[in-house]
């Protein structure tokens, strides 16, 4: 019977401390430390949500950089059915949406080759709702962003390298361009309010 009433102390104790106390005590400082980041680091405009800088949306007009694609649901980019599609490498449904996807960027994008076109623009990452690209992506996008928006392509380059995050402390991870900040500091300098993110 001791040993009964010393297991439910122990369990009550640790349901008190790690169970309420402990997730309560990081909210509260995440929220007074990092509210953006707490809060989901979402993007408001005009008093709107219209998105969050850790989840990928579709961007598919010329004036715009597109995406990584999404497996994430039956149309892509569903943040509530996040996930790969699960096929293997050597899968003929996959290989067959690589083509598709490359033929696309081909086409979306003149002037450039095959061999020119980096992997994140034809796969699709394992959440499917992956909000950067590669400075290399957003490379090959410059010429038609620019053409479509009457724009220089060295004054969009300089809007790449400017939403370009490096790697962190210069070694980890990889440097990369966040898709919806970016299109939004496009609008922002051409002063257009209708940004699709926000309908």
Known sequence: ???????????????????????????????????????????????????SSLIGQNFSGPQYFHPRPSAAGAKGYDATASGGSNLGPTNKALVDAVRARLAAVLAENPGISPSQVPIDLVTASGSGLDPDISPAAAAIQVPRVAKARGMEPPEVQALVRKFTTPRWLGIFGEPRVNVLALNLALDDLQGKANHPASK
């Open 1 to 51: 019977m001791m040993r009964l009433w010393i297991a439910l102390r122990t369990n009550l104790v640790l349901t008190l401390l790690c169970g309420i106390l402990y997730p309560v005590l990081m909210v509260l400082v995440g929220r007074a430390l990092f509210p953006f980041q707490a809060d989901g680091s979402l993007i408001i405009r005009d008093g709107r949500v219209i998105g």
